[in-house]
């Protein structure tokens, strides 16, 4: 069966193709189902981001898909709702729940941006404690399903976006991995799955999907369920390194879902 993609970003936030366009690649690659997460409204200046307005339109256009290729693939509209965005997320059929940011102080700060960024962030409000930035990171991240009602928790360690090239934080250390397993606790108690996300992989970020083995580990050992997601921003990376992800998590056991209709009724 062929891979469906959940997590993809089209010209309503940052993505390079229009929703049609990602549409007609699904169909070409023969996927059974596609479903669109563009970014929630934020009210921080940003330029990936959807504005209230766009949100609107937005969902009269995956509306529209919907029906226009109703006999050919079944469309999605979801959202992938930041946990700082303002509104709470209504009349999508699934949600994805992702922290971009961590509050400090009053001051949210972006932590996929740059590396840069994060080093400075760190060095300015955290003085130099990378760990405790991770940790009040997976403090926000245990609370996601709370705060946005989602169904997937998206790249539950995007923090880790930069540490191939740029190592940031610990991870193998006890204070990291008790901060991510704790939210993972948490979030094994709601009706939520968790994303194996390749987008940092297309975008040259990294060479493995999130999250990083030992989080995996848990929670497929545990029983907690997965999905695979491209993290799409383009019609090119509709299915990236998703066939690699699913070999990997066969290869382990673990269990994953393919479509939305299993997802959603978690
Ligand atoms: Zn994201
Ligand atoms: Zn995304």
Redesign the pocket.
Known sequence: MTLSAFHTHASFCHGANTAEEMVKKALSLGCPEIGFSC?SYMDVENDWCMTRDGTLKYKAEIERLKKEYSDRIKVYLGI?QDYFSPAFPEGYDYV?G?V?FVSKNGVLIPL?ISAGDLKKAINELYDGDALALAEDYYETVSDVYNKTGCNIV??ID?ITKFEEKEKIFDTSSERYRRAALTAVDALMKKPVVFEINT?AISRGYRTSPYPEDFILDYIGEREGTFVISP?AHSTDTLLFGMKEAQELIKAKGYRYFLSMEEIVKK
């Open positions: 970014h992938e994805i992702s971009h996929d998206g790249h995007l987008g993290d």
